[in-house]
């Protein structure tokens, strides 16, 4: 089992920058990506970065270029730099990680992210 906590959330105005954090803790070893998700009220989840140990990130076509996700193996955490924030980036943000075999993803609790305009 791999237990997630996430960090870093908070209220920003428009044009700021936040930085989430994850640690991730227990059957770390298990681990063969990392990423970032979020939901917006009335809306599906949806990926907003992953990262793969010696792949490039992907990110989402609505915040390439102003994301950066990275991943520190040697904490066991995963990092979202957020810039340029704008109101439609305003959701929870969940931390995942997942397994390919057998293919487990977990979750974190989720963190807020608001952005006023």
């Known amino acids: 089992q791999v237990q997630l906590v996430e960090s870093g959330g908070g209220l920003v105005q428009a044009g700021g920058s936040l930085r989430l954090s994850c640690a991730a803790s227990g059957n770390i070893f298990s681990i063969n990506v990392m990423g970032w998700y979020r939901q917006a009220p009335g809306k599906e989840r949806e990926l907003v970065a992953g990262i793969r140990s010696g792949y490039r990130a992907n990110y989402a076509d609505s915040v390439r270029g102003r994301f950066t996700i990275s991943r520190d193996n040697a904490k066991n955490a995963v990092y979202l730099q957020m810039n340029s924030l704008n109101s439609e980036d305003t959701a929870v943000y969940y931390c995942?990680?997942?397994?390919?075999?057998?293919?487990?993803?977990?979750w974190g609790q989720g963190t807020q992210v608001t952005v006023s305009s």
């Open positions: 995942n990680a997942a397994s390919d075999y057998p293919r487990i993803n977990y």
